[in-house]
Each structure stands twice: as C-alpha cells, then as structure tokens.
C-alpha cells in the first residue's frame, strides 16, 4: 500500500512563492503517478497538476501553467509543488494523490491529508 504525506503549506504574502512536498511511501511506490488538488473552502476539490512515475511527463490544469511546476525526486519518492506568484485565490487546503493521471479526482485511489496555504493580501 502506497501512503503520502503533504507537508510545506504556512501562510504566505499575496506575490510570494511556496514549494509544497508529498512524501511517499510503502509497496509499489517506484512505478506510481502522483497528482496535486487543492480544495478551497466551500469549494469543490480541483485538479493542479500530475506528473508520472519517471518525471518526464507533467499535466497541468490551463490556469496553472507557466506559474506552477510539479517536479519528482526519484531517489527520494518525493514530488514537489513550487508556486509562484500566489495570489489570495490559491488559498486551499493541497493534496497530493497517487496511482492515477489526468484532472479528475475519481481516478486516484490513495490519497494524503493535505497541508493548508493561506495567502493574504
């Protein structure tokens, strides 16, 4: 069984930029693709980014890219979220989700607890 860990959210200033972790672990974690959502309050939960098992292949959500970039480290089973210039909108509790690709949540079976970024003006 796959297991993740969100950790890196903290509350930021509007403009500034945050790097986000998921750390995995357990069975089968060198062959699994790996996902970022984030849910803002009262919200449904939205698709960021994923990226695969190797790193050479991303997706992003249209309004994410050129802005935020999701990277892997292999030797370290981590996958990372570097934000840029986050703006008060981005502010969402972000998870991280393994073992399926592209925008919908439905297709990830395992999922982390998240870790929450709040981003003030």
């Known amino acids: 069984q796959v297991l993740l860990a969100e950790s890196g959210g903290k509350l930021v200033q509007a403009g500034d930029s945050l790097r986000l972790s998921c750390a995995a672990s357990?069975?089968?974690?060198?062959?699994?693709?790996i996902g970022w959502f984030r849910q803002a309050p009262g919200k449904n939960r939205d698709f960021v980014a994923c990226i695969n098992w190797s790193g050479s292949d991303t997706i992003y959500a249209d309004s994410m890219k050129g802005r935020f970039a999701i990277s892997r480290d292999v030797a370290k089973d981590t996958v990372y979220l570097q934000m840029n210039s986050l703006q008060v909108e981005d502010t969402a509790t972000y998870y991280c989700?393994?073992?399926?690709?592209?925008?919908?949540?439905?297709?990830?079976?395992?999922w982390g607890q998240g870790t929450r970024v709040t981003v003030s003006s």
């Open positions: 357990g069975r089968g974690v060198n062959y699994v693709n």
């Open positions: 989700a393994a073992g399926g690709w592209g925008r919908e949540e439905t297709e990830y079976p395992v």
